[in-house]
């Protein structure tokens, strides 16, 4: 069974750093793609990035382009997330996903983390 534990949420001002870290256990990391999703409260769950299941390609939404980064150590089983130049409108609870395929949308994922917390103040 996969299971996919997030980690590096907090609180951090505006401008701000923050690293997140999603390990996952159970089968092949090497065989999924991975993304890293948000919920802010009241809205619905959104995309932020995704990462092919060997790194070669990425996906992001055009509200994190430049801020934001997904990387991924198959070797450690685990993706990251590095956000930078955090706003307060990047307050959400984070959750990672795995999949077989590399998408934007919440149903090619097929495994999901319980999520962390991220809140930016202003």
């Known amino acids: 069974q996969v299971q996919l534990v997030e980690s590096g949420g907090g609180l951090v001002q505006a401008g701000g750093s923050l690293r997140l870290s999603c390990v996952f256990s159970?089968?092949?990391?090497?065989?999924?793609?991975m993304g890293w999703f948000r919920q802010a409260p009241g809205k619905e769950r959104e995309f932020v990035e995704g990462?092919?299941?060997?790194?070669?390609?990425?996906y992001y939404a055009d509200s994190v382009k430049g801020r934001f980064t997904i990387s991924r150590d198959n070797a450690k089983s685990t993706v990251y997330l590095q956000m930078d130049s955090l706003k307060p409108e990047d307050t959400a609870v984070y959750y990672c996903?795995?999949?077989?395929?590399?998408?934007?949308?919440?149903?090619?994922?097929?495994?999901w983390g319980q999520g962390t917390q991220v809140t930016v103040s202003s």
């Open positions: 159970g089968r092949t990391f090497s065989s999924y793609a």
């Open positions: 996903a795995a999949g077989g395929r590399l998408g934007f949308g919440k149903h090619e994922y097929d495994y």
């Open positions: 990462i092919s299941w060997n790194g070669d390609r990425t």
